[in-house]
């Protein structure tokens, strides 16, 4: 059974790089049935999709935050990573990383990491 | 993008009652609709996909309808681990939508 875990400094500097890796357990990064994202959720808030990449390396962002983000993908590490620029207490956010299952109709997302609460502030 | 727009934003219900959420498309997204659960700190969990698809491992009183721009998400049953936060999502065109999210309450 896949697991997704994240991890990360849970406490980032405003104007600093924000840098997560999901490690993938249970099967391989390269497993065909799976993309794989970043969402986020700020304290209290919705859910917010960040990126996503597929196994051709292609890769997809929000426009919102298109100028800041950077998903890839180590596959001898099996991880996949997210890094954000020039963070202010507006990333402040739970993120999880998840597995896209893009063979089924509408690529729901399965399965979530646990998330990871970085803050930002100095 | 797309917008994804929930109703009620939050609902008091009790044990065994019916409960229905909806959720609407600011444009056609065909059934390119998923439905999650969340409950306190905890990720969310994919409970239908393709607007009407249990997944699996999911109880059957879950069940999920609509195409277009108009869906539904019904809990026949309502039972005591259902209390959470329900969230569509639309996974039409990028970037993917979430909406705002129900809150299921015990009354």
């Known amino acids: 059974q896949l697991q997704l875990q994240e991890s990360g400094p849970g406490l980032v500097k405003p104007s600093e790089t924000l840098s997560l890796t999901c490690t993938v357990s249970g099967g391989s990064i390269s497993n065909s049935n799976y993309y794989w994202g970043w969402i986020r959720q700020p304290p209290g808030k919705g859910l917010e999709w960040i990126a996503s990449i597929n196994d051709s390396g292609d890769t997809y962002y929000n426009p919102s935050l298109k100028s800041r983000v950077t998903i890839s993908v180590d596959t001898s590490k099996n991880q996949f990573s997210l890094k954000v620029t020039s963070v202010t207490a507006a990333d402040t956010a739970v993120y999880y990383c998840?597995?896209?299952?893009?063979?089924?109709?509408?690529?729901?997302?399965?399965?979530w990491g646990q998330g990871a609460l970085v803050i930002v502030s100095s | 993008d797309i917008q994804m727009t929930q109703s009620p934003s939050s609902l008091s219900a009790s044990v065994g009652d019916r409960v229905t959420i909806t959720c609407r498309a600011s444009?056609?997204?065909?059934?390119?609709l998923n439905w999650y659960q969340q409950k306190p700190g905890k990720a969310p969990k994919v409970l239908i996909y393709a607007a009407s698809t249990l997944q699996s491992g999911v109880p059957l009183r879950f069940s999920g309808s609509g195409s277009g721009t108009d869906f539904t998400l019904t809990i026949t049953s309502l039972q005591p681990e259902d209390f959470a936060t329900y969230y569509c999502q639309q996974s039409n065109s990028v970037p993917r939508t979430f909406g705002q999210g129900t809150k299921v309450e015990i009354k």
């Open positions: 444009q056609s997204i065909s059934n390119h």
């Open positions: 998840a597995g896209i299952l893009f063979r089924l109709s509408s690529s729901p997302l399965d399965p």
